[in-house]
């Protein structure tokens, strides 16, 4: 299973964009990138998830390069309200969800 | 309205007690998975299952215990074997058996004293 490591915590200010890195330097030929935000006491929720170049829906953008080694998520005008965990995660999309990690994730801390 | 469902969001136990965490599910989802989360901490896998009547061990299985008798329901017990019980506990459901969306409950917060 891939490992990722991504930073520990990050800060911003409310109106900007947040990138958030994760590598991922052994992902494997069948496996996505899928990223969830989880906000305290509260379960994960799904954001975004991608197996190359760039992903976007109405919450986010996932850009993925060429080589997959890494990929960065990428929150547009962020608002108090993306205080949260993010995790990122890689793994094969038919097979080996109970091998899921959810590591510690990235805390990102928005001010006003 | 599909989604995942726990009771209790609060639960206070003494030690040496058994508690059962509820987790019900109406997406019609075959996999369902248990996690343990502690202050500050990722999520870690306690069991899952893949289909009714089948269900495998994850990476902190011990002191717990689960059953898989319908599809929708997918309880926990807590036992007192559980050295260190006082956690957030998560269900979730995914359609198959990959990284697929999982889908989240709300929690359990438990607390042995």
């Known amino acids: 299973l891939a490992k990722t490591t991504q930073p520990i915590s990050m800060d911003s200010y409310e109106g900007q964009e947040v990138n958030i890195t994760c590598s991922h330097n052994?992902?494997?030929?069948?496996?996505?990138i899928t990223w969830y935000q989880q906000f305290p006491s509260q379960g994960p929720r799904f954001i975004i998830q991608g197996y190359k170049t760039k992903v976007t829906n109405e919450v986010a953008s996932l850009f993925i390069p060429a080589d997959r080694k890494s990929s960065t998520l990428s929150l547009p005008r962020v608002s108090l309200s993306d205080t949260a965990v993010y995790y990122c995660l890689v793994g094969d999309l038919n097979t080996g969800g109970f091998k899921t990690i959810f590591g510690a994730g990235t805390r990102l801390f928005v001010k006003a | 309205d599909g989604g995942i469902t726990q009771s209790p969001k609060y639960l206070f136990r003494k030690e040496g007690q058994n508690v059962t965490l509820s987790c019900e599910q109406n997406?019609?989802?075959?996999?369902m998975y248990w996690y343990r989360q502690d202050p500050g901490q990722g999520l870690r896998l306690i069991y899952y299952s893949q289909i009714v009547n089948d269900f495998q061990k994850g990476d902190i299985a011990e002191g717990y215990s689960v059953s898989r008798e319908k599809k929708e329901s997918f309880p926990l017990t807590v036992t007192s074997a559980q050295k260190n019980p006082t956690a957030f506990y998560l269900c979730?459901?995914?359609?198959?058996?990959?990284?697929?969306?999982?889908?989240f409950g709300p929690g359990t917060r438990l607390t042995v004293t």
């Open positions: 979730a459901s995914s359609a198959g058996g990959g990284i697929g969306e999982q889908y």
């Open positions: 052994n992902i494997a030929t069948n496996d996505y």
């Open positions: 997406l019609n989802h075959d996999a």
